[in-house]
């Protein structure tokens, strides 16, 4: 899961849609699987199931400044 800020709320949530490819600061790849458009988040599944979409500093989840790209 994703947790937008406040300003990234009004300005990225808007222009996702699932499906979207993502990759974070680890290389890892994944795909928008669901958007919460009533709140500022975002579930990111990864590319293969056998891996994960996590930080590389903390396996299993994402630290809180992860930089996430979305192509």
Known sequence: M???DSTETL???PTLTNGQKCTNG???VG???SIDTL??????MPANPDQQ???AATP??????ETITIV
């Open 2 to 4: 994703v947790t937008l």
């Open 11 to 13: 300005s990225v949530l």
């Open 26 to 28: 680890n290389s890892k």
């Open 31 to 33: 795909y928008i699987n």
């Open 39 to 44: 709140g500022r988040s975002f579930i990111v």
């Open 53 to 55: 979409f996590d930080s």
């Open 60 to 65: 299993g989840v994402l630290n809180v400044s």
